[in-house]
């Protein structure tokens, strides 16, 4: 079974950074697409980046093209690294993963394709 366990958020100031990590566990077969959603309050969850861990191929949302950068520290680990932090940032980050046919397309990233899910992680960007 695929476990994962987010940590590093927290609340900053505009045009500040934080680091998001995820730890996994469980059949890294069941795993190699790897990414991150995030939630605000009234709206619908949006996939922000995501990383193929077998060639480590990358999508990021345009929001945060330029600003966040996903990778791994090791087998086990997802980080994502947060800069130039927005207000519009603010969200619940959850860490998600799931089988490779999921990062198969270039441009399809949905939450419904996607199993196994972390509980989030609070990040607040004040203005």
């Known amino acids: 079974q695929v476990q994962l366990l987010e940590s590093g958020g927290g609340s900053v100031q505009a045009g500040g950074s934080l680091r998001l990590s995820c730890a996994a566990s469980g059949p890294p077969a069941r795993r190699p697409c790897m990414g991150w959603f995030r939630q605000a309050p009234g709206k619908d969850r949006e996939g922000v980046a995501r990383?193929?861990?077998?060639?480590?191929?990358t999508y990021y949302a345009d929001s945060v093209k330029g600003r966040f950068t996903i990778s791994r520290d090791d087998a086990n680990t997802l980080t994502l690294q947060m800069n130039s932090l927005k207000p519009e940032d603010t969200a619940t980050y959850y860490c998600?993963?799931?089988?490779?046919?999921?990062?198969?397309?270039?441009?399809?990233?949905?939450?419904?394709?996607?199993?196994?899910w972390g509980r989030g992680t609070q990040v607040t960007v004040s203005s």
């Open positions: 990383l193929y861990t077998y060639d480590e191929r």
């Open positions: 998600t993963a799931d089988e490779s046919w999921v990062c198969h397309s270039e441009t399809r990233f949905l939450q419904t394709d996607f199993t196994y």
